[in-house]
């Protein structure tokens, strides 16, 4: 019997929902491979502890940037270490898989995406936009005449999309997601405390003091990096504020394309948003006070779904199990 597997091949994490079983590996995309051997050394966890940090004859690779496939061998090679470890591939037995796949992505980046998942031994293989399985996976009732609309807050983009009748009907991809929060906090840190820190310590601060308003406070940490004049080891304090105001401009570019979104939205589909608000999805859903802030700057209730890193993946299970939920029609890619 053939295995339906979703893919969420995500530049921060990759996710696996298994028909039956549902989301049955949560990784990070990493993978450490031997420059000599091309033996691969480490997968996942492992592998993203080691990046930037490898001697010469190893080298760690995130091997999928801004939600595109950067390099087709290696992203091969980690997705059959997942397909190995979840024990969802054989010789006789190999997966149908749908995949999620940013809004508007050209059919260069599209195949890339297809060419790595077959490589790592699918049998099969279809895209749908990610939009669409995230609305799903929050449960919003896409299929319905009722328009909906959800912003996606990924690793590598933001997706910003307007859904009635099981298709897309207004939608926006930013190359702005945790990425480029960490990008933003490593250039606050070089050009206001003259310390220049590395991007383990620029997710960590993230992590603990991500804020998208400056009156929560979520307290203050130690990071580590180098003195930009003397270039010597050193630490210092970094708020929760300073965070903050490290983030204002991704997270206003992400305000202002829903806006713009919003505008260019059939006035019968942007009552209904009205109505029944925004759905908040992705992992920069957990920012405290993103929702609220987006609330008052849009004027829309704003609502942040229940398992908001997993929603893509769940709405690839939801695809699976009944594919008529999209007006879009599947088209399946083998060999």
């Known amino acids: 019997m053939a295995r339906h597997l979703g893919i969420d091949l995500g530049t921060s994490n990759t996710r696996f929902w298994l028909k039956e079983k549902g989301i049955l590996l949560r990784s990070p995309s990493a993978v450490a491979i031997d420059n000599k051997t091309r033996e691969v050394v480490a997968v996942g966890s492992d592998a993203r502890r080691m990046v930037g940090k490898t001697p010469v004859h190893l080298t760690a690779y995130r091997p999928v940037q801004d939600s595109v496939v950067t390099n087709l061998e290696v992203t091969s090679t980690m997705l059959h270490e997942f397909f190995v470890r979840t024990n969802c591939t054989g010789f006789f037995n190999k997966p149908t898989v749908l995949a999620a796949s940013p809004y508007r992505l050209t059919?260069?980046?599209?195949?890339?995406?297809?060419?790595?998942?077959?490589?790592?031994?699918?049998k099969s293989v279809a895209m749908i936009d990610a939009p669409l399985a995230a609305a799903l996976g929050a449960g919003l009732r896409i299929s319905d005449p009722r328009g909906c609309m959800v912003c996606d807050i990924g690793g590598g983009t933001t997706e910003i999309a307007v859904i009635s009748s099981g298709g897309i009907v207004r939608a926006k991809s930013l190359r702005v997601g945790g990425d480029k929060f960490d990008q933003a906090i490593i250039n606050y840190c070089k050009y206001r405390k003259d310390l220049i820190v590395g991007d383990t310590a620029a997710e960590m601060a993230k992590r603990q003091l991500a804020v998208a308003t400056p009156d929560t406070n979520r307290g203050s940490m130690q990071i580590f990096g180098r003195n930009v004049r003397t270039g010597l080891a050193t630490t210092q304090m970094i708020t929760s504020g300073e965070v903050c105001q490290a983030l204002r401009a991704p997270i206003e570019a992400i305000i202002r394309a829903i806006i713009t979104t919003i505008e260019e939205t059939p006035p019968e589909i942007a009552g209904d948003i009205f109505d029944f608000g925004i759905?908040?999805?992705?992992?920069?859903?957990?920012?405290?006070?993103?929702?609220?802030?987006?609330?008052s700057q849009v004027g829309v209730r704003v609502i942040v779904?229940?398992?908001?890193?997993?929603?893509?993946c769940q709405g690839l299970g939801k695809f699976i199990e009944h594919p008529r939920l999209t007006?879009?029609?599947?088209?399946?890619?083998?060999r």
């Not at 059919?107 to 031994?121: M, P, S």
């Not at 007006?327 to 083998?334: D, N, V």
């Open 107 to 122: 059919d260069v980046e599209r195949l890339a995406i297809e060419t790595a998942i077959l490589d790592a031994g699918a």
């Open 279 to 295: 759905m908040l999805t992705g992992g920069g859903a957990n920012i405290p006070g993103l929702a609220a802030l987006i609330s």
């Open 305 to 312: 779904a229940k398992h908001p890193t997993d929603a893509v």
């Open 327 to 334: 007006s879009k029609q599947l088209i399946y890619r083998s």
